[in-house]
């Protein structure tokens, strides 16, 4: 039996080619590429999330492990079922028409893929009119904004009253963040949720799949 937590500390230090080899040798001694995703990679990005978080690693830390998780998920692909990757959620994110920011939004959007969520990333500056067609066409659990001016701030809150306004509303949890972002401000807008950084996104967007 192949010992996985080799993989998540070899995710957590952000080492690509030592993940590569690893993933390699879990392959080779039988073990099943959704255990390998799932207590291996995920796992190990699941601690990297932890530790940025709580400021013990930063961007460049984080960039590096989701390099890793990515070469090895390179590998993976080709031999999992048709059912694909493991996901435990989809989520829909971008960061608000007006905004050119995207460093934190890429952040939250890496933790969430490296940890089960099945990611839909719009990118930046999107119009309220595209977040509501994702919404409406990917059906996800979970649509994510991000901000980081003041100004385009009240862009969530066109986009909440827009999804009202669709009918789809009750389908789907909201989770806001960015730097002037607060959980006051979350709650003003009538967002689900609020997340301060990536790491909390994390958590945060799991207890929204349980409500």
Known sequence: MFDLSLLSKAIDVGDREKTIQLTNEALSAGTNPQDIIVHG??????????????????LPDMLM????????????????????IPTIGKVVIGTVEGDMHDIGKNVVATLLSGNGFEVFD???NVPAKKFIDEVSEKKPHILGMSALLTTTMPVMGKVIK??????????????????????????????????????????????????
């Open 122 to 124: 719009l990118g930046l």
């Open 162 to 211: 827009a999804l009202e306004e669709a009918g789809l509303r009750s389908s789907v949890k909201v989770i806001v963040g960015g730097a002037p972002v607060t959980q006051d401000y979350a709650n003003y807008i009538g967002a689900d949720a609020y997340a301060h950084d990536g790491g909390k996104a994390v958590p945060v967007c799991k207890q929204l799949l349980d409500k």
């Open 41 to 58: 990679l995920q796992a190990g990005m699941a601690v990297v999330g932890e530790k940025f978080s709580n400021g013990e690693y930063f």
């Open 65 to 84: 492990a989701a390099r890793a998780m990515k070469a090895a998920l390179e590998i993976l692909k080709p031999l999992l079922k048709e059912t694909g």
